[in-house]
């Protein structure tokens, strides 16, 4: 079974620095696009970043300029490196890869999900 797996949520005061990873692990053959989303409460799930197997990257407006986000291939790894916090960067942040394939064929993955918050 194919996981993604988030970790380095918390706590941040604004102006602050927090770095989010997202490991996938299980039969996989390759990795498609893997990107970062977010949904604060009460609000829909809105695109954070997305970068390509081949490293393109396309940011929310939001966004740009504060954070970045980058992969390590062969650690199966997307990484979100967030600086200049901001209260309304508070979220769950969930990281997404379109198009894996394994021995099933092509799937598209969600993981579970980790809380940012940034306090005033």
């Known amino acids: 079974q194919v996981r993604l797996v988030e970790s380095g949520g918390g706590l941040v005061q604004a102006g602050g620095s927090l770095r989010l990873s997202c490991a996938a692990s299980?039969?996989?053959?390759?990795?498609?696009?893997m990107g970062w989303y977010r949904q604060a409460p009460g609000k829909q799930r809105d695109l954070v970043a997305t970068?390509?197997?081949?490293?393109?990257?396309n940011y929310a407006d939001s966004v740009k300029g504060r954070f970045t986000i980058s992969r390590d291939n062969a650690k199966k790894t997307v990484y979100l490196q967030m600086n200049s916090l901001k209260p309304e960067d508070t979220a769950v942040y969930y990281c997404?890869?379109?198009?894996?394939?394994?021995?099933?064929?092509?799937?598209?993955?969600w993981g579970q999900g980790t809380l940012v918050t940034v306090s005033s």
């Open positions: 299980g039969s996989i053959f390759s990795i498609g696009a």
């Open positions: 970068i390509t197997s081949g490293g393109t990257t």
């Open positions: 997404n890869a379109d198009s894996i394939a394994t021995f099933e064929g092509y799937v598209e993955v």
